[in-house]
């Protein structure tokens, strides 16, 4: 993969976002009732190619063009954090041609919108496994985040063989050489610490998860960062999800009453709405 020769502009010279084709503008809200970090579980790729007799493979496509428009929308609207569910854990258990054609699409996306990504202040995190992928696929993942890594308008991480049991057992694991070489106390062990030892330690909780596809279930994402999410299930099957639905999404956040499990009043953040 051939990457950018030059560095991205720097602070306030971005290239903004392309509008959408609709010519719909991101509504205004003040960023402290934005969600900082949104998460998103992109579903219903397969049943949208069902509906038109055609290929999975066909849905994930279109799927990746949804996915491209809503990282334009999350700029737009000033998100920090956008966190994608690209292929799972248990995703390599489908048949093969769909598996390469997943694979075949994340390279695509990557060719075609890194430099742009980039322009515009976008850093690109990898969350998940790095062993299982092909050779090619982490190779362009690594340069992906090694290019953007000094990127601060937006962050947003593909979860790419990512699962959090295999995040939380991966973790452990290497908690566990820690504390057997006595790097680690156990007792004085903080939730902190052990956050330090996940896929992307910097990673802030997640303040929205939202599933489309019409499913209700949080399907091993991001659980550890999702603890008190608030959740929004949509019907629209990925594929005809747009920056439009993201936005509107974001708005339906501002209206949450957000709980920590306390009393509410010395709850961090209590409203979504300030
Ligand atoms: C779920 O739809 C979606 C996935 C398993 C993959 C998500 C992939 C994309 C959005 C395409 C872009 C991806 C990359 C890596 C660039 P599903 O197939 O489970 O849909 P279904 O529930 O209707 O069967």
Redesign the pocket.
Same mark, same amino acid.
């Given at each position: 993969m051939s990457l950018p020769a030059v560095p991205a502009p720097g602070p306030g010279r971005h290239l903004p976002p392309p509008a959408h084709s609709s010519g719909a503008r991101a509504p205004r809200i003040p960023p402290h009732r934005l969600p900082r970090h949104v998460a998103i /579980? &992109?579903?219903?790729?397969?049943?949208?190619?069902?509906g038109l007799g055609a290929a999975?493979t066909r849905?994930?496509?279109s799927?990746?063009r949804?996915?491209i428009d809503v990282v334009d929308g999350a700029l737009e609207v000033g998100l920090a954090q956008l966190s994608?569910?690209?292929?799972?854990t248990e995703?390599w258990g489908?048949p093969a041609a769909?598996v390469d054609g /997943? &694979?075949l699409?994340?390279h695509?996306?990557?060719r075609s919108n890194l430099r742009r990504w980039h322009e515009q202040g976008i850093r690109v995190l990898w969350s998940g496994r790095r062993t299982r992928a092909a050779a090619g696929i982490r190779t362009e993942l690594e340069a992906a985040e090694y290019l953007t890594r000094d990127n601060e308008l937006l962050t947003v991480a593909?979860c790419?063989d990512y699962g959090s049991r295999a995040e939380l057992l991966d973790a452990v694991r290497l908690l566990a050489v820690d504390v057997a070489t006595g790097r680690v106390e156990p007792v004085a062990l903080q939730e902190e610490d052990l956050a330090g030892y996940l896929y992307q330690p910097d990673m802030s909780e997640i303040d929205l998860l939202v599933r489309t596809?019409g499913?209700q279930r949080i399907s091993n994402f991001l659980l550890w960062q999702a603890a008190y999410a608030e959740l929004i299930f949509e019907q629209t099957?990925?594929?005809d999800f747009d920056r439009r639905d993201l936005w509107r999404a974001v708005q339906a956040y501002t209206r949450r009453q957000r709980r920590f499990g306390g009393s509410g009043a010395g709850d961090p953040g209590v409203t979504a709405a300030g």
């Open positions: /579980i &992109m579903d219903g790729n397969g049943r949208w190619a069902a999975r849905g994930h496509r799927g990746s949804a996915m994608l569910y690209a292929f799972s995703n489908r769909e /997943i &694979m699409l994340l695509e996306v990557l593909v790419f596809g499913e099957l990925w594929p």
